[in-house]
T-cell receptor, first 113, second 110 residues
Framework: DAGVIQSPRHEVTEMGQEVTLRCKPI?????LFWYRQTMMRGLELLIY????????DSGMPEDRFSAKMPNASFSTLKIQPSEPRDSAVYFC???????????FGPGTRLLVL | GENVEQHPSTLSVQEGDSAVIKCTYS??????FPWYKQELGKGPQLIID?????GEKKDQRIAVTLNKTAKHFSLHITETQPEDSAVYFC?????????FGAGTRLTVKP
């Protein structure tokens, strides 16, 4: 398996623009997680899905953030409108079970100017 | 909810020496404790994990110990090598809530 795939790897955009991050989990994994990593706050869980259904989105910072998982092999995290404080590395991870190893993707480095 | 504290935040050792990173957790319901290694420009990668029914686990130069009574667990790396240099994260899972420590930047000097 190729592992968790994320795109794009880097994104530079201007404040106010819409940003869409994409993730393909490992085939057969029932759980998908979106994390944000910053120097100040470390790794933060934003939202996770089980069998394509959002289970816990309490980590989503505000209404500007939304996530979808239309099928078992694809998820998106959207920020609209983006702000400079959204600049961070966004990771997607997947696992077989909730209490099981999470496999992380390479991340998307987002810079909002 | 769970709170995970990790120490030290930075650690520098000489090649061949041992490195120890410690984490404490607050929720006694925590039952799964993974350790991740993150190299520059990459996502965290699992290096070892331990469950609450085990006190110690070893994989070659890496070992993890768990003290449930004291609510702390530690990562031990022996015979460190320059390629061990990275940021290491501990995590604890309780009631479907996985919390990560703030990370330890380990530097192994050749």
């Amino acid at each position: 398996d190729a592992g968790v795939i994320q795109s794009p790897r880097h994104e530079v955009t201007e404040m106010g623009q819409e940003v869409t991050l994409r993730c393909k989990p490992i085939s057969g994994h029932d759980y998908l997680f979106w994390y944000r990593q910053t120097m100040m706050r470390g790794l933060e869980l934003l939202i996770y899905f089980n069998n394509n259904v959002p289970i816990d989105d309490s980590g989503m910072p505000e209404d500007r953030f939304s996530a979808k998982m239309p099928n078992a092999s694809f998820s998106t995290l959207k920020i609209q409108p983006s702000e400079p404080r959204d600049s961070a590395v966004y990771f997607c991870a997947s696992s077989l079970f909730r209490a099981e190893t999470q496999y992380f993707g390479p991340g998307t480095r987002l810079l909002v100017l | 909810g769970e709170n995970v504290e990790q120490h030290p935040s930075t650690l520098s050792v000489q090649e061949g020496d041992s490195a120890v990173i410690k984490c404490t957790y607050s929720d006694s319901a925590s039952n799964y404790f993974p350790w991740y290694k993150q190299e520059l420009g990459k996502g965290p990668q699992l290096i070892i994990d331990i469950r609450s029914n085990v006190g110690e686990k070893k994989d070659q130069r890496i070992a993890v110990t768990l003290n449930k009574t004291a609510k702390h667990f530690s990562l031990h790396i022996t015979e460190t090598q320059p390629e061990d240099s990275a940021v290491y994260f501990c995590a604890a899972l309780a009631n479907n809530d996985m919390r990560f420590g703030a990370g330890t930047r380990l530097t192994v000097k050749p």
